[in-house]
């Protein structure tokens, strides 16, 4: 993994370039030193400097703390035969999950804590104030993850994402969407955090129980981010994170331009949908399905041959024939 390709750099980045260079080439991006000069960057210099900074503006405001046993070795995971997890989930405050970081720190085999996704606007809100990022060109509230040595599997999220490190160091190997069946993701239903993972253990790759894993490390680009870096992750991108420090907090800015023709549905709902759709449904019967998906979903010019007040569900839909359509959906569902 080592030899992966490097994620390309950006200097002196603002709005306008961001969008227009960054954006504009769907690649990841390091944005080198866009946080250097924030308040809480700089309170990071030192593992007590953010536990301080933090505790100082803590509303109290509580969520789940993930922690695991010093033998999991920072990996948030199933457990051996996936029956469950290797950690729990304990009640915290932003004060009390920096308290265990710095209780553990130093230890030669530290229990693993983790603080995941917190709602910055809740328990930090002064954090919004105190520390922006001008990016995006739209208002996104953080969230914040706070940790010690945390290994977080290759995953992908359905938003655009700005990561920026404030404390400790981080390594991200992130992949392109295609590489999805060589990462050889968990179940649907039952994840560590919420979106199915790769199954693989990147410090001790099982080529033979996974193939293809080495096709998906050519493909790979790594990034290794110091504090007041960020780095852009396009939509969908797959990505591995290990955070390297005893007492590591990133804060990190999702966002999805698209307009869907029915907000509030995902195209994993239809994904989902399709599973169970597909289930009863024989090889010979799946392979004719295939090509049709793949020209009336993924090919753009599917509908040109028809007048665009002709195209049905293909062309510009308004809100009555919406409405019908969510009706005979809800009808399906529900026999």
Do not use: C
């Amino acid at each position: 993994m080592e030899s992966a390709a490097k994620v390309r750099g950006y200097h002196d980045v603002d709005a306008r370039r961001f969008r227009a260079e960054v954006m504009a080439a769907s690649r990841p991006a390091v944005l080198r030193g866009v946080a250097a000069d924030w308040p809480a960057v700089r309170a990071g210099a030192t593992a007590q400097g953010i536990a301080d900074y933090l505790k100082a503006r803590d509303t109290g405001a509580g969520f789940d703390m993930l922690a695991g046993q010093p033998e999991i070795k920072g990996r948030f995971f199933y457990n051996a035969d996936m029956t469950g997890l290797n950690f729990e989930r304990r009640p915290a405050t932003v004060s009390s999950i920096a308290d265990a970081l710095l209780g553990a720190a130093g230890l030669a085999e530290p229990p693993t804590f983790a603080a995941q996704a917190i709602e910055a606007r809740a328990s930090v809100p002064a954090f919004l104030d105190e520390n922006r990022l001008d990016l995006i060109g739209k208002p996104v509230s953080p969230r914040l993850w706070i940790g010690n040595r945390v290994i977080v599997s290759a995953h992908h999220d359905m938003f655009s994402n700005i990561a920026v490190v404030v404390a400790g160091r981080r390594r991200f190997t992130l992949f392109p969407p295609d590489q999805v069946a060589n990462l050889h993701i968990g179940p649907f239903e039952f994840t560590p955090a919420g979106t199915p993972v790769s199954l693989i253990d990147f410090d001790n790759p099982d080529f033979d129980r996974f193939p293809g894993f080495d096709k998906a490390l050519e493909a790979a680009q790594i990034a290794d981010l110091e504090p007041g870096d960020a780095i852009y992750i396009p939509y969908m991108w797959w990505h591995h994170v290990r955070s390297l420090d005893d007492f590591n907090m990133l804060a990190n800015y999702w966002w999805n331009d698209a307009k869907p023709a029915q907000p509030g549905l995902q195209p994993v709902d239809a994904l989902v949908h399709a599973f169970l759709a597909f289930s009863g449904l024989s090889e010979e019967q799946r392979d004719a399905w295939a090509p049709m998906f793949a020209y009336m979903i993924f090919n753009k010019d599917a509908a040109l041959h028809m007048p665009p007040d002709k195209s049905g569900i293909r062309g510009q839909l308004s809100d009555e024939t919406k409405r019908h359509i969510r009706q005979q959906m809800g009808a399906l569902m529900t026999r």
